[in-house]
């Protein structure tokens, strides 16, 4: 079972007890969880509407939830977090760690069904999710940060190089520049783009082709005129420096989340 269900009706599809509104699901820790057939609703947190499964917001009754600051661990279902049948709903700074008794988990920890107006921004996901997030086509107005985006974008990048090398594809990119190079502008002699096409061909995603986002957290409220930033974890970035260029740089920690969310408080 869900350690933390919201739904107007456990199994049936009357509605008769009435949805939710103003809800904050706020700061709890949810250790082995799960255990419902690892069915969705079965998620440690499951948000469900017994309606139809829409985008449609006339028939999205849950409204205007919090979800933020929980921490799931070894879970025993597919997700952590399931939501639907809902709408204006802000999923922030939650910890989505691994499934029970997978080390390398590559299983979505979110997945979004029939919603609409959804914020997912500044969570945790195991390194290996793939996606992080499942969104259905019943699903509209789901959004994160810019953080969320890149790394969205960093996959895709990824995901396009990954088939061009395994395909030999790569290496047929010259020819196509010559037959489409006079609807593109670039600074590029065709030698040059050769050149890295072979060049590409020599790089491994994951070893000698790697990735980053820059560690923070989504602060919301600030002293600043009550407004939203990304605020970086300045030991993170510390760190990664020196993992990437073996260089030591020097971070003013007033820069630092932890800081902005003491000032904050």
Known sequence: MAAILVRPEIDDGWNECGYVQELEITDNLLENNGFFKNQPKGSPIAIAGDGQVTSDPAYLMHQDI????????????????????????????NDFGTRKG?????????????????????NTYPSGAQPRITITAQ???????DVDRADRQQRMLFAIFTQLREGSRLTSIPK??????????????????AALAVFGMDLVPGESLVRHTLKGKYISGTAYNGASFYVLDTRALKSLMKDIFGVDIKVDYRYDYRYIQDKKS
């Open 139 to 145: 699903s509209r107005k789901v959004y994160g940060t």
């Open 176 to 193: 196509l520049y010559l037959s489409v190079k006079d609807y593109i502008y670039t600074d590029l002699t065709a030698e040059q783009i």
């Open 66 to 93: 919090l979800i933020e600051g929980n921490v799931v661990r070894e879970r025993c279902t597919d997700y952590a977090l399931y939501i639907n049948g809902a709408q204006r709903v802000k999923v922030l700074n």
């Open 102 to 122: 997978e080390a390398a988990d590559t299983a979505s920890s979110v997945r979004v069904d029939g919603v609409y107006d959804v914020e997912l921004s500044g």
